[in-house]
């Protein structure tokens, strides 16, 4: 059987390609599960509010845990979940820096 050049060429470039997005979906699913591999929940606590949460951040030297959610940040004792306070007036929160 015979195969003109341009049929092997573009078959075998199809390959290279297929094989490559392969081996690029085999890297990148591996690192992203690797950075995620030692990740465990070991406390969680009752928040009560109307909107949908966000983002959480810890402040290492207070140990006070900021919860975004909605129109408000909720500020919690990182230890025992006990409710601070909260920041109000916060319209589109979705996360707290420091």
Excluded: C
Aim: net charge neutral; hydrophobic share 50%.
């Amino acid at each position: 059987m015979y195969f003109s050049t341009e049929f092997l060429v573009n078959k075998t470039l199809f390959f290279v390609k297929l094989i490559s997005i392969q081996f690029f979906l085999f890297v990148f699913i591996n690192i992203s599960n690797a950075q995620y591999a030692n990740l465990k929940i070991i406390d969680s606590f009752p928040i009560k509010g109307t909107e949908g949460w966000d983002y959480i951040a810890i402040h290492e030297a207070t140990q006070r845990l900021f919860v975004a959610h909605g129109t408000q940040v909720n500020v919690l004792n990182a230890k025992t979940g006990d409710s601070i306070g909260i920041i109000p007036n916060t319209f589109g929160v979705h996360g707290v820096t420091f």
